[in-house]
């Protein structure tokens, strides 16, 4: 296949994907994100990438936040938001750590490409559902030609981006410049 074929291929891919998302949900997510001060995030491989770039957002935003596998990371409880990612909706570990956290009081919004997986039907209190392809994913989304969860990692990474631009513009005082003065400033 040629480049330009290609990438025409994958922005058609992009383009059905957020033609296709339940813009309430999107902003449903963005309303539970805006009104928690302190937030865990967890997501592993590629998924966990754009997550990991999400919690780095946040930060600059001024929220609380902690990434679960750091060792830094303190308890969670009541109060306390997780978003956990999970492209097929059910990983083992994944869900486990969302089971601890629901104990303990914290909400748990899953991010998924396939809301009836385990995860998301027996465990999320809410689910923001991103309808992509994802890596061994059984719901309706959007297909590509694309390997395993290409679609579904590059979309969320871009979906987490517009998410906090939108955030920025919806809250009075908080601009990219304020952002801008979180970054880590010892690199």
């Given at each position: 296949m040629e480049y330009k074929e290609m990438y025409e291929r994958i922005l058609s891919e992009y383009?059905?994907?957020?033609?296709?998302?339940?813009e309430a949900g999107m902003r449903a997510f963005i309303e539970e994100v805006k009104k928690h001060g302190r937030i865990f995030l967890i997501?592993?491989?590629?998924?966990?990438?754009?997550?990991?770039?999400?919690?780095?957002?946040?930060?600059?935003?001024?929220?609380?936040?902690?990434?679960?596998?750091?060792?830094?990371?303190?308890?969670?409880?009541?109060?306390?938001?997780?978003?956990?990612?999970?492209?097929?909706?059910?990983i083992g570990h994944i869900n486990y750590i969302c089971e601890r956290a629901k104990e303990a009081g914290a909400f748990i919004y899953v991010v998924t490409g396939s809301p009836s997986g385990r995860t998301a039907q027996h465990v999320a209190d809410k689910v923001f559902?991103?309808?992509?392809?994802?890596?061994?994913?059984?719901?309706?989304?959007?297909?590509?030609?694309?390997?395993?969860g290409n679609l579904f990692e590059q979309c969320l990474l871009?979906?987490?981006d517009m998410i906090v631009m939108t955030i920025v513009d919806e809250t009075p005082g908080l601009t990219f410049e304020k952002m801008s003065g979180r970054h880590r400033n010892v690199e």
């Amino acid at each position: 296949m040629e480049y330009k074929e290609m990438y025409e291929r994958i922005l058609s891919e992009y383009r059905q994907v957020f033609e296709k998302l339940d813009e309430a949900g999107m902003r449903a997510f963005i309303e539970e994100v805006k009104k928690h001060g302190r937030i865990f995030l967890i997501g592993v491989g590629r998924e966990g990438m754009a997550t990991r770039a999400f919690a780095m957002r946040l930060m600059h935003m001024g929220k609380e936040i902690h990434w679960i596998w750091d060792d830094t990371t303190p308890s969670i409880g009541e109060g306390d938001l997780l978003i956990a990612t999970l492209g097929d909706g059910c990983i083992g570990h994944i869900n486990y750590i969302c089971e601890r956290a629901k104990e303990a009081g914290a909400f748990i919004y899953v991010v998924t490409g396939s809301p009836s997986g385990r995860t998301a039907q027996h465990v999320a209190d809410k689910v923001f559902f991103v309808p992509a392809a994802v890596y061994r994913g059984t719901d309706d989304v959007v297909a590509s030609f694309q390997p395993m969860g290409n679609l579904f990692e590059q979309c969320l990474l871009i979906l987490f981006d517009m998410i906090v631009m939108t955030i920025v513009d919806e809250t009075p005082g908080l601009t990219f410049e304020k952002m801008s003065g979180r970054h880590r400033n010892v690199e």
